[in-house]
């Protein structure tokens, strides 16, 4: 069974400073993608960013970027120049493509905060 | 365009009782999945459907049923409430079974 893992149940950053969020995650697919998902406390949960297993490229999305490490079935969030908006609990999650159930696997979360 | 929407918002329901709750995904997108969210942790794959076929369960007892509409809209139904199924429940869409999904403001259920 696919498992994640997100050792810190709570982090703090400056405004305008860099966080980031670790995420590890075993599976036995060769077939999966990656996401960040933030859940504000308006509880709807927004999709941050998304890596496909197979690109060695780490993916970007504006402020936000990953640290993929596929041997080591690492993935981290990099957040630079947080904003106050950026508060949010964080999710990592595997989805699997290659089977006949494709379904996210969440981890515990991580619940930033961002100072002013 | 309208994203995933989900109604009712928010329920309160006595132990022992029967729930529907609603979902229609984003416009053009075929898959939709329902989780469980309780307060403090992640999310909690219940069931995926994807062309109104059922494409996997989860780790949820046989009270939690759900099903697809020829529009793409889903039900999911919990009967004989259990104060243990309070929780938050989201919907996601997706435009294929495997591609990232897209979720609804959710249904918080309270049962007393």
């Known amino acids: 069974a696919q498992t994640v893992t997100q050792s810190q149940p709570e982090m703090s950053v400056q405004e305008a400073e860099t966080v980031t969020l670790s995420c590890t995650y075993d599976?036995?697919?060769?077939?999966?993608?990656l996401f960040w998902y933030k859940q504000p406390p308006s509880r709807q949960m927004i999709l941050v960013i998304r890596?496909?297993?197979?690109?060695?490229q780490n993916a970007t999305e504006n402020r936000f970027s990953v640290n993929f490490q596929k041997a080591a079935k690492s993935f981290s969030l990099k957040i630079s120049d947080s904003q106050l908006g950026d508060a949010a609990m964080y999710f990592c999650?595997?989805?699997?493509?290659?089977?006949?159930?494709?379904?996210?696997?969440f981890g515990t979360g991580t619940l930033l905060a961002v100072q002013p | 365009d309208a994203g995933v929407t989900q109604s009712p918002t928010h329920l309160i329901k006595t132990r022992g009782q029967h729930v529907t709750l609603r979902c229609s995904p984003i416009s053009g997108h075929k898959s939709v999945s329902w989780y469980q969210q309780v307060l403090g942790q992640g999310p909690q794959f219940i069931f995926q459907y994807y062309e109104k076929e059922e494409r996997g369960r989860g780790n949820f007892p046989d009270r939690f049923s759900a099903r697809q509409f020829p529009n793409y809209s889903s039900e999911l139904n919990v009967n004989a409430l259990l104060l243990g199924d309070s929780a938050l429940y989201l919907c996601a869409s997706s435009p294929d079974r495997a591609t990232e999904a897209f979720f609804g403001q959710g249904t918080r259920l309270t049962v007393v």
């Open positions: 890596q496909e297993a197979y690109k060695q």
């Open positions: 599976t036995s697919e060769s077939d999966y993608y």
């Open positions: 999650a595997p989805l699997n493509y290659g089977g006949a159930t494709n379904k996210l696997i």
